[in-house]
């Protein structure tokens, strides 16, 4: 089973700044099969990214996918007050696991 | 608009099972796989396993093997993930999702909250 560790476990900023999120894997996961998900409080997860890096209809450019290999960043620059939330990477080249998350709360 | 919509929340004694829905609409069932994940309080996403709209075939996590079972209504359009013998660290929001290729989870249910308590 592939393993993937989230960091930071929170990140406190605030509406305007950049969020840069961290995904490592235990062993190396095919770029095309890494995702990004937000979700909020009472809410199921919405995907963001998949590929590592191509957004999912309707999310806006201000969030990013980049990595390879073992090791994926989710960016968002320019926070608006909603994309306060807790963000999970999976990899799916695999049977499909995910990070522990990171919550993005405002500072 | 696709949608996938869940059974409502379920309390059950530990050892039993519990059984919940997932109504797809607005696409092709048959054309999709849907996926169960569940989310224990406090803790990261877990997938269960997954069943192939068309012909049924399915596949579960190791962990799960052997106390669970995904299966489908073709002509409901609904899909159905069944638990046994619960045990108090099975008490999770489970959600079903629709398959966008390889497992990777496109669109999701609202989810439904299954409580295991004596």
């Known amino acids: 089973e592939i393993v993937l560790t989230q960091s930071p476990g929170t990140l406190s900023l605030s509406p305007g700044e950049r969020a840069t999120f961290s995904c490592r894997a235990s062993?190396?996961?095919?770029?095309?099969?890494l995702a990004w998900y937000q979700q909020k409080p009472g809410q199921a997860p919405r995907l963001l990214i998949y590929?590592?890096?191509t957004r999912a209809t309707g999310v806006p450019d201000r969030f990013s996918g980049s990595g390879s290999g073992t090791d994926f960043t989710l960016t968002i620059i320019r926070l608006e007050p909603e994309d306060f939330a807790v963000y999970y990477c999976?990899?799916?080249?695999?049977?499909?696991?995910f990070g522990q998350g990171t919550k993005l709360e405002i500072k | 608009q696709v949608h996938l919509v869940q059974s409502g929340a379920e309390v059950r004694k530990p050892g039993v099972s519990v059984k919940v829905s997932c109504k797809a609409s607005g696409y092709t069932f048959t054309d999709y796989a849907i996926h169960w994940v569940r989310q224990a309080p406090g803790q990261r996403l877990e997938w269960m396993g997954w069943i192939n709209g068309g012909n049924g075939k399915t596949e579960y996590s190791q962990k799960l093997q052997g106390r669970v079972t995904i299966t489908r209504e073709i002509s409901a359009t609904t899909a159905y993930m069944e638990l046994r013998s619960l045990k108090s660290e099975d008490t999770a929001v489970y959600y079903c999702?629709?398959?966008?290729?390889?497992?990777?989870?496109?669109?999701w249910g609202q989810g439904t909250l299954v409580t295991v308590s004596s």
């Open positions: 999702a629709r398959d966008q290729g390889r497992n990777l989870l496109g669109v």
């Open positions: 999976q990899q799916y080249d695999t049977s499909p696991t």
């Open positions: 590929g590592a890096s």
């Open positions: 062993q190396t996961v095919s770029s095309t099969y």
